[in-house]
């Protein structure tokens, strides 16, 4: 497969009066064309700054990309300045973004209908009765009922759902090459998670368009996703197919996240194992590993620098200076397929 986008060691601060917050600290990783691509972590670990920072819509000041280079399609984002034409065209263009609270993400003074032909007006270049009809077939494919009258209501006039499906039908109106949904089921009940899911895979396999799943919800990437990425405090601890993490782990920080995942398959309750402790404060220097204060195998680990990426098989890429691969941690995750 050819990388639509390469993303290569992107440095993100946001500069506060309490000191530097180093939100992504040298992270970098690939999409494919066509692939469905997760990316997991705690809140805070840098995932939605990262993927914001790849249009450029970070708020300057305090947010500043200070290193790195985001290549889409062969050219360098980062080389476009935020507000150019250039980045204009590719902001709802060629790469759109579904945001996390869509209760913000809409404009409550603007009608459904005007928001979606705006988007069409502008980088299809359809005339107005062309787009409206557009607009109104995009709402019936993510299952708007009765989208000829319900393109002319305002966004206080749907439910969270159906304010999260005219968020999808929006991001992929203009038919874009990428697709990025930010914590894209937060504010809806399991049910409609699972029906929004499948009208963005649906809609991602018609117009032939790679998707980013940003989330915590590691059933909706073990499900969805072929490949994906572990973060913890900005950067990137682990990567791999999706089968590769779920059944063969390899970083305490992706077997932590497995071990507290409730279970209805088995055939015995166990107790959840939560990861104690919190997180590194991102303003400070964090010398060696970010992870190792709530590591269980901290004791056998004696290197105190910083760990690097290293490819344990083809594709799977570990930050850790230990071989976790034990066969007390193997038979449970070949055994119990956590996707089921």
Known sequence: ??????????????????????????ISYYINEQEIVGLVGESGCGKSVSQLSILQLIQVPPGEIVDGEIF??????????????????????KISMIFQDVMTSL?????????????????????REKAKKRAIELLELV???????????????????????VMIAMA?????????????????????Q??????????????????????????IVARYTHRIYVMYAGKIVESGTSDEIFYLPRHPYTIALLGSVPRLDESHPRRLSPIWGLPPNLM?????????HRCLYAAQCENKSLPELKEVSPGHYVRCHLDIIKKDHEP????????S
């Open 194 to 219: 699972a029906q929004l899911l499948e009208i963005m895979k649906d809609m991602v396999t018609r117009f032939k368009s790679s998707l980013v799943i940003v989330t915590h919800n590691l059933g």
């Open 72 to 93: 889409f399609e062969g050219m360098d984002l980062l080389k476009l300045k935020p507000y150019s034409d250039e980045m204009r065209s590719i902001r709802g263009g």
């Open 107 to 127: 404009n409550p003074l603007l009608t459904i209908g005007q928001q979606l032909i705006e988007m069409l007006e502008l980088h299809l270049r359809l005339n």
């Open 172 to 192: 992929l109106s203009c038919n874009p090459k990428l697709v990025i949904a930010d914590e894209p089921t937060t504010a809806v009940d399991v049910t409609t």
């Open 332 to 339: 449970f995750f070949r055994q119990q397929d956590i996707r």
């Open 143 to 165: 299952g708007i009922p009765d989208a000829k009258i319900r393109i002319d209501d305002y966004p206080h006039q749907f439910s969270g759902g159906m304010r999260q499906r």
């Open 284 to 292: 400070d220097e964090i010398p060696g590993c970010a992870f190792r």
């Open 1 to 26: 497969m050819k990388p639509i986008l390469e993303v290569k060691n992107l440095k993100v601060h946001f500069n506060t009066i309490n000191g530097v917050v180093r939100a992504v600290d040298g």
